[in-house]
């Protein structure tokens, strides 16, 4: 044989596996998010003069995205069994004022900590029954709740701030690291990965997307919707709990406002990290990423010196753009 006749009967040379996953996951969505990141934070480090690495933003930056990250998947949950929660912020504020009472009155870490989780999941259970016995859709029962939960705020301070809260929090939470991270940042990733694993490898995570995608169907296999639906709503109402001690832990004070807002935070940051509002389908790793960008937005807006109410606009944004994305990413090809 000629060696051009060789060449040409040499099969062509194919990628790596490893150049396959990786243009796999560039064109998917997280590889989307994470070059949006990437770029994001490279145009606010240019316009703010390299004010976003400094080390008292980054330190803020990484608190911040803890205190989002931890509701935010139990968000992603809640969503994925196709129900909703808009009660956390409020829910945030109202377990920050009981909590910090606990605190400021001089009870011991070991009593307020249960205490905090305690009250998240009661008020989570409160969103469930109302949900599941009421039969009241998701978004009706947690606009209600996060009414009465906010009422019960200003009932709970009156008209002052809290701020005898002793600097504990701030110590355990902020000051501690391990590396470069806040142990905030370092719980938020541990909870973030758990049930990362929970929803890919565990038989109850995969019922959580069957849930989703048709809870009839689900029903008729034989799996408890009603338990599922109740876990989901106690399991965001910890992590709302768990929340609460940290944003303690970055500013030891309670107003009445403390919360406001925050669940427009954490839904934009889940839908944008690609969890579809119907329900059944999205990913930990994609909230995380949504996370990262939503609080890159934030930080973005007091770092180039934008007026705050923008960035509420700017979140608003993110969540109509996401959904719209969604909608066009499964669409198929030529359809109109």
């Known amino acids: 044989m000629t060696p051009i006749a060789a060449d040409r009967?040499?099969?062509?040379?194919?990628?790596a596996p490893t150049a396959i996953a990786l243009a796999r996951f560039l064109s998917g969505r997280e590889g989307v998010?994470?070059?949006t990141l990437v770029l994001l934070g490279l145009a606010i480090d240019l316009g703010s003069h390299g004010a976003l690495f400094y080390p008292a933003n980054v330190t803020n930056f990484l608190v911040n995205f803890a205190i989002t990250a931890i509701p935010a998947t139990g968000m992603t949950i809640v969503i994925l069994t196709g129900g909703i929660d808009v009660s956390t912020g409020s829910m945030l504020g109202l377990i920050a004022a009981l909590g910090g009472k606990l605190l400021a009155a001089g009870w011991g870490l070991a009593v307020a900590v249960p205490a905090f989780l305690l009250l998240g999941?009661?008020?989570g259970l409160v969103n469930a029954v109302i949900i599941i016995e009421g039969a009241v859709p998701p978004i009706v029962a947690t606009l209600g709740t996060l009414s009465i939960y906010r009422m019960l705020v200003f009932i709970a301070l009156g008209s002052t701030w809290l701020?005898?809260?002793?600097?504990?929090?701030?110590?355990?939470?902020?000051?501690?690291?391990?590396?470069?991270?806040?142990?905030?940042?370092?719980?938020?990733?541990?909870?973030?990965?758990g049930f990362a694993a929970f929803l890919r490898f565990f038989r109850a995570g995969r019922h959580i997307y069957a849930l989703g995608n048709n809870e009839e169907a689900a029903r008729l296999a034989g799996l408890d919707v009603r338990r599922i639906k109740r876990g989901s709503y106690v399991l965001i109402g910890v992590f709302t709990g768990l929340a609460a001690l940290l944003t303690l832990g970055q500013s030891p004070l309670v107003q009445?406002?403390?919360?406001?807002?925050?669940?427009?935070?954490?839904?934009?940051a889940v839908v944008l990290g690609g969890t579809e509002l119907a329900g059944g389908k999205g990913t930990i790793l994609g909230t995380l990423l949504g996370t990262l960008i939503v609080q890159l937005?934030?930080?973005?807006?007091?770092?180039?010196?934008?007026?705050?109410?923008?960035?509420?606009?700017?979140?608003?944004?993110?969540?109509?753009?996401?959904?719209?994305?969604?909608?066009?990413?499964?669409?198929?090809?030529?359809?109109?």
Request: charged residues 10%; hydrophobic residues 60%.
């Open 9 to 15: 009967a040499r099969p062509a040379a194919r990628p």
């Open 33 to 35: 998010l994470l070059v």
């Open 256 to 268: 009445t406002s403390t919360g406001s807002g925050f669940v427009l935070t954490v839904i934009a």
């Open 297 to 336: 937005v934030e930080d973005g807006v007091v770092l180039l010196h934008i007026q705050p109410f923008w960035s509420g606009v700017l979140l608003g944004f993110i969540i109509l753009a996401s959904v719209g994305l969604s909608h066009a990413w499964r669409r198929p090809a030529g359809a109109a």
């Open 163 to 193: 701020t005898d809260i002793p600097p504990i929090l701030t110590k355990i939470f902020v000051t501690t690291r391990l590396g470069p991270l806040p142990m905030a940042t370092l719980l938020a990733l541990l909870v973030m990965a």
């Open 121 to 123: 999941a009661f008020f």
